[in-house]
């Protein structure tokens, strides 16, 4: 199979791109480096893989690009964590639908001649935002109250582009939602601004990364969002990898949407407890709460059942796993000044 991913030098694309190549697969990666910058990658010298340095958003080349490919994978995206919602809600919603819009017409080009089998949209969790049944299933998006936020209105705009050009055009999709991605590759964005967390200023926007610079940073008491309630799902990247590369294989998941995710809650305070013993030992373990933002969501709990049933996949790496990769790549970063 020969796949375009757009986004390729992207955070979980980073994962989806090296999953795809051990098995076997063609991939063509399309990215303009607009969040971090040129990063290197382990495959890039793969023979299988092809770097084209543009923009999502020009259609023209992405119709050229999509015109031999079996799939394309939606994965371009302004992204970010909380502060994101806040400091970017216009661009947020504008260009990604820029960015859609663009893959979207390459893709219907592409199926139109006939040589498309399918798009895959990388959607969110945050497509549950205003969820009220937990766990949460597939489906669940088209009954609850709309996200809030504008990343979680516009992820369901995605999932609604995929229906609707099947529905005009017979563009086959798979739908998938990632949970709470955690892994290795995350840099400081370039647009990010200096927020402030306690005596520290955050390097990173998702809850993970962000906790083990302060607590590497030697923070005490440690800053954290809200009173640490808040219960996540945190996937390993790796995981998440497998589990879109099965359903881009399976014809069972042709049309259909997936929860893709640990089935293991965690709240934000025992993450925290997890990672300050991970590197503090038997250090006692203090903490504040600073103020959460608006959007951050008080439970984000996916029901599992459809992947495990339908695709096979369930994802088998434990948070205590991830954070003895998380934590040594952070710390060499931060030694290589990565993340000033």
């Known amino acids: 199979m020969k796949v375009l991913v757009t986004g390729a030098a992207g955070f979980i694309s980073g994962y989806l791109v090296q999953e795809l190549l051990d098995h076997g697969h063609e991939v063509v990666g399309i990215d303009n480096f607009?969040?971090?910058?040129?990063?290197?990658?382990?495959?890039?010298?793969?023979?299988?893989?092809?770097?084209?340095?543009?923009?999502?958003?020009?259609?023209?080349?992405?119709?050229e690009l999509a015109a031999d490919v079996d799939q394309v994978v939606a994965g371009a995206a302004m992204i970010g964590g909380i502060s994101y919602f806040h400091e970017f809600a216009y661009d947020l919603i504008a260009e990604n639908e820029r960015i859609l819009a663009s893959t979207f017409d390459a893709a219907i080009a592409a199926h139109r001649r006939g040589s498309l089998e399918r798009i895959v949209v990388l959607s969110s969790s945050m497509v549950y935002e205003s969820a009220t049944v937990f766990p949460t299933p597939e489906g669940a998006q088209l009954t609850s109250p709309p996200p809030v936020s504008t990343y979680g209105f516009q992820k369901l705009s995605s999932e609604f582009f995929a229906m609707g050009a099947h529905e005009?055009?017979?563009?086959?999709?798979?739908?998938?939602?990632?949970?709470?991605?955690?892994?290795?590759?995350?840099?400081?964005?370039?647009?990010?601004?200096?927020?402030?967390?306690?005596?520290?200023?955050?390097?990173?926007?998702?809850?993970?990364?962000?906790?083990?610079?302060?607590?590497?940073?030697?923070?005490?008491?440690?800053?954290?969002?809200?009173?640490?309630?808040?219960?996540?799902?945190?996937?390993?990247?790796?995981?998440?990898?497998?589990?879109?590369?099965?359903?881009?294989?399976?014809?069972?998941?042709?049309?259909?949407?997936?929860?893709?995710?640990?089935?293991q809650s965690t709240t934000v305070l025992d993450l925290a407890k997890l990672i300050w013993r991970k590197i503090n030992g038997d250090r006692p373990f203090r903490h504040v709460s600073d103020p959460p933002f608006e959007h951050d969501v008080q439970l984000r709990v996916p029901d599992t059942t459809k992947a495990r049933e339908v695709l096979g996949f369930e994802a088998i790496t434990t948070l205590d796993d991830m954070l003895d990769e998380v934590i040594p790549w952070i710390r060499d970063e931060m030694e290589a000044g990565a993340l000033a």
């Open 34 to 63: 607009s969040k971090y910058g040129p990063v290197a990658k382990s495959y890039d010298g793969h023979a299988a893989y092809r770097l084209v340095e543009g923009d999502a958003k020009d259609t023209g080349l992405l119709t």
């Open 168 to 263: 005009q055009y017979g563009l086959l999709y798979t739908i998938l939602r990632p949970f709470n991605c955690v892994g290795i590759g995350e840099k400081r964005a370039l647009r990010d601004t200096d927020v402030m967390s306690g005596n520290i200023k955050l390097a990173l926007s998702h809850v993970v990364p962000d906790l083990v610079n302060k607590v590497l940073q030697g923070q005490d008491p440690l800053h954290i969002l809200g009173d640490g309630s808040q219960v996540r799902h945190y996937t390993y990247g790796g995981d998440l990898a497998t589990g879109i590369r099965m359903a881009m294989e399976s014809s069972a998941a042709v049309n259909e949407d997936f929860n893709l995710s640990t089935a």
